[in-house]
């Protein structure tokens, strides 16, 4: 004799992301939630995006650089956090996992904060992607829902281009800045990144440069900023 049915027989299996599904944030989280082993997924303008496995050269190492300098601004800056791979919560379409982030501390005046269960809800001050097979996306429509949400800075490394495009927020709209040899951030003052050195990984160059920044009156006066409204 089978044993009789139960409540949980009739329960349906929540369906697994697959590329090119369209949906909302809360059924992409849903089904996400339901896949915690997957590889990097995005909701980008409704549709989910699943990008291919990544090279060492082309992204591996390049996304280590970039996010060991943008951790080290944050260390010598107190109010200040950076994050890899980490989900945002923009809208109700867009959930991009963008290579790499700054954002100031909601309480010390930052413009996005973090959710009881630990996601960030809100557009960090500055986003970077590692672009290489993902240019067309970083370029465009990234590009517009970073835009659209108030990324004060977005700035796209095109590895294979051996190229960086650093667009700023201008009324509204992510202008993209002429190219410097030396690219500061306006968002975070002391943010100073040497685009030449990166492109060709001279990694003791980076840092001498970063620490040039870190030591501005600019900076400085940064700190005192986010410091007096921790008070």
Known sequence: MSNPSTVADFVPAIPRLEAGDRLGRAEFERRCFAMPDSPKIELIEGEVHMPSPVRTDLHG????HISGLLAVYAWNTPGVRSAVEASLRLDFENEPRPDAFLMIEAALGGQ???DDDGFVSG?????????ASTVSIDLHKKLRIYQRNGVREYVVWR???RMM???VQDNGVLVKRAFD???KSQ??????LNAADLVSN???SLLATLMEGLATAEHAAFVGELRSKKR
Do not use: C, N, Y
């Open 159 to 161: 590895v294979v281009d």
């Open 165 to 167: 495009d650093w667009f």
């Open 181 to 183: 040899a030396i690219l």
């Open 123 to 131: 557009a960090p001050e500055l986003v970077v992607e590692i672009s």
């Open 187 to 192: 968002a975070f003052p002391g943010l100073w």
């Open 202 to 204: 001279r990694t003791q």
């Open 112 to 114: 996005a904060k973090m």
């Open 61 to 64: 190492t390049p996304h280590s």
